[in-house]
């Protein structure tokens, strides 16, 4: 360790404290890797300033030693966006201290909160009000608000409320420099030039470190009924949409489907599961209709019409309607853990990808067979939010590979081959996962020469040293020639 270095962390244990700063290994270690284990790296120390200010001295401190930052909040990331490099330059910023909810305004509907709010207790909070926060995940038990504002976050609600950028408001951040961008109070209407707090939602910490921020609520539900639909094809799935957006309107909540490989993997997985339908189907839909308590009283007759509609036009095989709260997540139950279930299974490589939603059927009905064929004994699978053009397209490893020495072999030339029918498709290679270390190689590959230019451009002007988040999102010698 140089003087520097040993100057550098001196002066932040004495602005952060102990409670702020640590290098115990036992504390600094588990941060170190990502969620899905795929990255490990190092740092100098991991930081837990407890407010705006101190992020703000700390970043100045860094700027002045040109020590890296790699802003972390919940690390439930799925594209290493929070771990650090190998090198034990960086140091981790934590905003998990940062906890502070302000009063939920139930008339303007929103709430101002920081960073490192739980996703599950900004839920809690708005609902003891009669209002939600209309954005939920997987990992809703430890994401944080200021992780999924800067990876702009989708979720099972896109289709009805959109992702994490349609939701926020206002945002306060801490830009390259140390100083305070503070734009918290919303504004319908605002035409001073750019709408700068946008900067900052999917930037993945690379241009400032997002602190708070100011979110939409909408109404809590008064009820919802869970549908689940047994369908021929991923081609009759989308016209289910079709009918299910014509006839329900608002009231549609959520649209996901999962072909019937995926359903089995998760019986096998969750041992008191049960199949929602009677006999097996080549692709399932899951439909969720929600309403205020204006719309309550008939949300069950629509839903029952709807159903009987669609089977009359032969757009569904079977289906059946969640009878109470219980089973509607039962329903959602099954859909949540496909992921893991197919972790169980073995090795597999994952692609959050998104297409035009008019293409999205068209797309996995030849993409899937196309990967299988000229990657023999792969099995790709397709499921997820059809609603919004989301799909997670997972292609499982053949029998009998080691994983490690698969994934970086025959898997990294899958996902290459995945992204360029993608990008054919004129699709998104990270719909809602963010690029983090695992796509930058690949945005660089196929992503539009202008737009690539003009994210360089924005990111030396705002981090010319090159310190927040090194090495995501950008190359280093893309985001700072």
């Known amino acids: 360790m140089t003087g520097d270095t040993e100057l550098f962390l001196a002066e932040a244990a004495a602005l952060l404290g102990p409670r702020g700063l640590t290098r115990d290994a036992d504390l600094v270690t588990p941060w170190l890797t990502d969620w899905r284990g795929r990255y490990t790296g190092a740092a100098l120390a991991l930081a837990s300033p407890a407010s705006t200010a101190e992020v703000s001295e700390l970043v100045k401190l860094c700027a002045r030693h040109q020590v890296p930052i790699v802003p972390q909040g919940g690390n439930s990331g799925m594209s290493g966006g929070a771990t650090p490099d190998e090198s034990g330059r960086a140091i981790l910023l934590s905003l998990r201290r940062m906890t502070r909810i302000g009063a939920v305004d139930r008339t303007g509907r929103q709430v101002t909160c920081e960073a490192g709010v739980v996703l599950q207790k900004l839920h809690a909070a708005a609902e003891a009000e009669g209002l939600r926060f209309p954005l939920t995940l ?81 109404p809590a539900l008064a009820d919802r009924v869970v549908a689940w639909v047994g369908l021929p094809s991923i081609h009759a799935a989308r016209e289910l949409l079709i009918h299910c957006e014509n006839a329900a309107g608002s009231l549609l909540e959520g649209f996901e489907v999962m072909p019937q490989a995926c359903l089995e993997a998760v019986l096998d997985y969750l041992p008191d599961a049960r199949a929602p339908l009677g006999q097996p189907h080549a692709w399932h839909a899951l439909i969720e209709l929600a309403a205020d308590a204006e719309a309550a009283a008939t949300l069950r007759d629509r839903a029952e019409a709807l159903l009987a509609e669609a089977s009359e036009q032969g757009l569904a095989e079977d289906a059946v309607l969640s009878a109470n709260e219980t089973q509607a997540e039962a329903f959602w139950t099954l859909r949540d853990s496909v992921s893991p279930a197919e972790r169980a ?137």
């Open 345 to 481: 299974k073995g090795p597999a490589m994952q692609h959050d990808i998104s297409v035009p939603v008019a293409a999205m059927a068209d797309f996995v009905a030849t993409a899937s067979p196309t990967i299988e064929a000229e990657f023999p004994g792969t099995q790709a699978l397709g499921f997820g939010h059809l609603g919004d053009g989301n799909i997670h397209f997972h292609v499982l490893a053949p029998p009998g590979v080691v994983h490690g020495e698969w994934a970086e072999g025959q898997g990294k030339a899958i996902s290459a081959r995945v992204h360029d029918l993608v990008t054919a498709a004129h699709g998104s290679i990270s719909a809602e996962h963010g690029i983090g270390q695992m796509k930058r190689d690949e945005l660089a590959r196929l992503g539009d020469p202008v737009a690539l230019a003009l994210l360089r451009q924005v990111k030396l002007a705002l981090d010319p040293q090159g310190l927040m988040n090194p090495g995501k999102l950008l190359a280093q010698d893309q985001s700072n020639p």
């Open 138 to 218: 997987g990992g809703k038990g430890s994401a944080t608000i200021g992780g999924l504002i800067s990876t702009n976050a989708g979720g099972t609600q896109v289709l009805r409320h959109g992702v994490m950028r349609a939701l926020v408001l206002g945002i306060e951040a801490v830009l390259p420099d140390g100083s305070i961008y503070s734009a918290l109070t919303p504004l319908k209407k605002d035409n001073r030039g750019f709408d700068l707090k946008q900067l900052f939602i999917g930037a993945e910490g690379t241009l400032g470190i997002v602190t708070g921020a100011t979110l939409k609520l909408v």
